[in-house]
């Protein structure tokens, strides 16, 4: 009889620890749930930078840093341009100074026929060539490739093409920021912003 109520005893002495032990297994597994649950919400709730870029772009505006670190309006900011970025490493930008499109020296056909353009060129007088040449050159445009940095908000652009003969195949980087439908560029080597809004 002594032995059996010295069995019992050891049986009652031990089961707190075994309840503690499943306590504390049961929250663990929880905890672990937990985590799981909230990496998983966070993951639909942020997209990737990818998917955060992709699409197509008006411009706002174009600003330069000056000395003293105040933004001020520059080329082309009252002007017209679009950015777009295909999601799959595409992109093009093209940009024009306030009223270009209102600018009429060349028609269409007379700019890709090579006579036509030699015979509308040889009639203009100095002061007509000199400032269709100065808006033809204010034009902007460039097509290629991009990539964006996988730790920092940051995309490359590989240049294929540009309005620029000598920024053919050359790479740039930009900074990037979203502030809502805004999408912030930043050239950080020039000290110069481009604000553009995203279009649907």
């Known amino acids: 009889m002594k032995e059996f109520q010295m069995k019992t005893s050891c049986i009652k002495k ?3 620890k075994k309840n503690y032990a499943t306590r504390l297994q049961n929250f663990i597994l929880f905890a672990l749930s937990l985590s799981f649950l909230v990496s998983g919400c966070m993951n639909e709730t942020k997209p990737g930078r990818n998917a955060m870029l992709k699409g197509m772009y008006k411009l706002y505006n174009i600003q330069v840093q000056d000395s003293s670190g105040k933004w001020q309006d520059e080329w082309a900011s009252k002007g017209t341009g679009y950015i777009i970025y295909d999601g799959v490493g595409h992109m093009a930008v093209h940009i024009t100074p306030k009223g270009y ?8 056909n007379e700019s890709i026929d090579p006579g036509k353009l030699k015979a509308r060129i040889d009639s203009m007088p100095a002061d007509e060539l000199k400032a269709s040449l100065e808006e033809f050159v204010s034009n902007y445009v460039y097509a290629g490739n991009y990539s964006i940095s996988d730790s920092a908000d940051i995309v490359t652009h590989y240049r294929l093409t540009h309005t620029i003969p000598s920024a053919w195949n050359t790479t740039v980087q930009r900074r990037f920021i979203f502030k809502d439908d805004t999408l912030e560029l930043y050239n950080d080597v020039d000290r110069r912003r481009l604000k553009w809004i995203k279009q649907n």
Request: net charge negative.
């Open 14 to 16: 031990r089961s707190p």
């Open 101 to 108: 499109e209102e600018f009429k020296t060349l028609s269409e």
